[in-house]
């Protein structure tokens, strides 16, 4: 089974993805932190050095790689993942994709106290903040609402999660 975990950056893929791999006894796979590894630079450094569409292809590069090389494990992806080169069919196709749907305020709230780690995000007041969230959220929503599994994030408690890994309701 590959689960993968998608949706905007602070919605909690890495938290839940970590805890649903321990419940269930599968591998981890943080996506960013895999292309990190990989390429020997931060995911900052990449798309300085580099740019968005080399950072794009590495990611689908090591998404398929990971996901062709274990036939089981979770995965949480980059918020963007899902929304290049049609990685969210690509997903589905090789498993169960997860959104777990924050709301832009929960986001914020999260984010403004997470900046300092986000490069992309790092040098936004609160105020551009939001709107980064709220036009980025806007462009990726048609790609999130494709997942197998939808939740609200007010609605994650590990248990029913997992439950709804398994029983996705249409």
Known sequence: MRIFFIGFMGCGKTHWGKAVAQKLGLPFFDLDAKIEEDAGKTISQIFDEEGEEQFRLLEKDVLYLLTESHESFVMATGGGTPCYYNNIDYMKKMGTTVWINCSVDCLHSRL????????????????????????????RKIFYQQASVILNEDDVQLDPLINRIFHPTP
Do not use: C
């Open 112 to 139: 403004v106290r997470e900046k300092t780690h986000r490069p992309l995000i790092s040098s936004l007041d609160d105020s551009a903040l939001r709107s980064f969230i709220v036009k980025k959220f806007g462009d």
